[in-house]
């Protein structure tokens, strides 16, 4: 999955979350037949660096830090279920690993998202 294929998705994403409308309407538009084209699937409209850019500015509160546009933010159900499946082969040892790996990730990923606060 390419740079412009993920930003199509979290626009998409944001769409399904907070409503194709209200997107179109915080980043200035007066209709949706933008935000239509960058998330259909088959259209040939990319995301470029500075839509996402602008995104990113204009959705603040929601996409609040630089790059979150290239970053997946959905849930995909069979990825998540390729990794569990492989999660389980592990043994006690390695999952306890993973899971401290984890435990490390959320904790600067919460840190990033709200600076300043303790977590």
Known sequence: MDLYEIRRRNVAWLCDRYGRSAVSERLGYLDNN??????????????????????????????????????PQWEDPQEIKQLQGRIVLLNTRQRRAVAALVDVFLVENAATQNPGEET
Do not use: F, M, Q
């Not at 084209?37 to 830090?65: C, P, Q």
């Open 34 to 71: 933008y935000i239509n084209g960058i998330t259909a699937a088959s259209s040939k409209t990319r995301v470029g660096n500075g839509t996402a850019k602008r995104i990113e500015t204009e959705l603040k509160g929601i996409s609040t830090l630089p790059g979150w546009l290239d970053r």
